[in-house]
């Protein structure tokens, strides 16, 4: 997992062949009126998802305590506070059901071992060891997946 602002973004270009056109297409945007939904950005290995609602309690993102395996997630923060649970996958031990390989999804049972806050223009880099649970807050959240497959 990593965790940092839009700024220095340009730090992880070197991870992966995609991480830079994946930043370079958030940078390009008026991000605050993009609309919700799938975003095409380099076809079926990249992509983003604008989401837009209320949000969550820690109960309700833990009981979709998520991960993948084919995607990393860029999470982005938009205009908005967001805070979200996380734990290595090494440690979840109570997996809830299959992996879903269409929708590259494997939920746990297991409880975070940490929380964390994003604001306005912070990221968070979800690799598939990372199990998180999203779209915890209070008041809207609006934000940004950027999908890169693996």
Known sequence: MIIDTLTNAGRYFCIHPLFERAFEYIRSQNLE?????RHEIGGDR?????????????????????CHNKHIDIQLCIGSTEQMGWKPR????????GYDEQKDV?????????????????????????????????????????????
């Open 46 to 66: 990249l992509w983003g998802i604008v989401a837009d609602g209320p949000g969550m309690t820690a109960a309700e993102s833990a009981a979709n305590f998520e």
């Open 106 to 150: 494997v939920f746990y049972k297991d409880a975070p071992d940490m929380y964390f806050e994003l604001k306005d223009r912070q990221f968070v880099i979800f690799f598939p060891e990372d199990v998180h649970a999203p779209m915890i807050g209070g008041g809207r959240i609006k934000k940004m997946v950027v999908k890169v497959r693996v």
């Open 90 to 97: 090494g440690n979840c031990i109570l997996q809830d059901g």
């Open 33 to 37: 009126s993009l609309e919700v939904g």
